[in-house]
């Protein structure tokens, strides 16, 4: 027998408590459990051509608060696609991310932005400074657009800077500095915000020995702090730091385990 059109309209919201109270009790059970990335069944693909390439394959992944963790796999398994799925800077075609209990999955992009800036600090393997701002100037973008004022936002640049070793390089532009001094103060912008997250992808692909060391350092006074870290890396150095390894290939978690620290 058919049902009236109120009736169905009952049903319909209904239907919509129920998920909602559902999305509420897994948000309050993920905070209790000190989850703050959550990524549950996501499908993440792209149009190549006439071809249609699955980068992130049906993938569940949760991070604790603190937690330091390595992402690793062979080039082309969708390590940065991930990372761009949980930092909020892509959105998949299919299943939810919570960050820091929000659901970010499904966000337009004006409120990912602003998620993005206040949570957290993305280290890209090109560093994607911009061009035309010096050093400092790339530092204070980012607190700017935070509405911090002109002056704290100098002040906590020149801060930064002086962490990363480049106090007297601050006045300089990109192309001035070499390639560690430029990855440098991309971790500087990164942590402009002090973010409670930090996301890296192969921050010390193209850089020497020397640098590598001393961001491997930044990296252990970040994880002594408690911040959280996911990075795709293939750096020993950064791996020995790691509480926890995922093994990523063709889309998918193949491997996810603890490790006991080397210091």
Do not use: C, W
């Amino acid at each position: 027998m058919p049902k009236k059109k109120d009736s169905l309209e009952k049903i319909k919201e209904e239907e919509e408590l129920t998920v909602e109270d559902i999305e509420a009790d897994e948000i309050l059970g993920l905070m209790k459990d000190n989850i703050v990335i959550f990524a549950k069944n996501v499908f993440k693909d792209y149009d190549i051509g006439d071809y249609l390439v699955r980068a992130v394959d049906n993938t569940t992944l949760k991070i604790k608060e603190g937690e330091f963790v390595v992402i690793k796999g062979p080039s082309g398994a969708g390590k940065t696609t991930l990372l761009n799925l949980i930092g909020g800077l892509d959105s998949p075609n299919k299943g939810i991310i919570y960050g820091y209990g929000v659901r970010i999955s499904d966000m337009e992009e004006e409120s990912l932005a602003t998620f993005r800036l206040m949570n957290s600090g993305f280290i890209f393997q090109n560093y994607n400074l911009i061009s035309t701002l010096t050093a400092e100037e790339n530092v204070i973008f980012v607190l700017r657009t935070a509405g911090i004022p002109l002056k704290e936002a100098r002040k906590r640049a020149v801060h930064l800077l002086t962490k990363v070793g480049l106090e007297k390089r601050r006045e300089h532009l990109p192309f001035q500095l070499s390639a560690g001094e430029q990855q440098r103060v991309a971790i500087a912008r990164a942590l402009a915000n002090d973010p409670p997250f930090i996301l890296g992808d192969e921050i010390t692909a193209n850089l020497d020995k020397e640098t590598s060391e001393f961001i491997r350092n930044i990296f252990k006074d970040l994880k002594d702090l408690k911040k959280t870290i996911i990075l795709a890396t293939h750096d020993n150095k950064l791996i020995d730091l790691a509480d926890r390894i995922i093994t990523f290939d063709d889309g998918r978690i193949i491997g996810d385990e603890k490790q006991d620290i080397k210091n």
